[in-house]
Nanobody, 123 residues
Framework: QVQLVESGGGLAQAGGSLRLSCVAS????????MGWFRQSPGKVREFVAS????????YYAPSVEGRFTISRDNAKNTGYLQMSNLKPEDTAAYYC????????????????WGQGTQVTVSS
């Protein structure tokens, strides 16, 4: 059974940092593209960042580029999202997802999803 479990969310002040983790099991994480998405109440799920299987190619949403860093440790079946210089508009539930397809920014192209971890940034 494929499972993705996120952790690391919480409350942060504007300008602060958080590091999200995503532990994968039940599939070949090392050959999967991994993405992070976020969703606020009443809004559609939006792309945040993605990384290819080897960790060499990354994409970021313009709103987070330069502040967030996506990475992965295939030996630990774990992906990460380092978030710095947080802003109140970063407040959302954050989800990790994987796909055996190509690197993509579209949630529809990801096969497996975690349950999400809440990030709240106060001003």
């Amino acid at each position: 059974q494929v499972q993705l479990v996120e952790s690391g969310g919480g409350l942060a002040q504007a300008g602060g940092s958080l590091r999200l983790s995503c532990v994968a099991s039940g599939h070949t994480f090392s050959s999967s593209v991994m993405g992070w998405f976020r969703q606020s109440p009443g809004k559609v799920r939006e792309f945040v960042a993605s990384v290819n299987w080897g960790g060499h190619t990354t994409y970021y949403a313009p709103s987070v580029e330069g502040r967030f860093t996506i990475s992965r440790d295939n030996a630990k079946n774990t992906g990460y999202l380092q978030m710095s210089n947080l802003k109140p508009e970063d407040t959302a539930a954050y989800y990790c997802a994987t796909t055996e397809g190509v690197l993509s920014t579209s949630p529809a192209l990801y096969d497996y999803w975690g349950q999400g971890t809440q990030v709240t940034v106060s001003s």
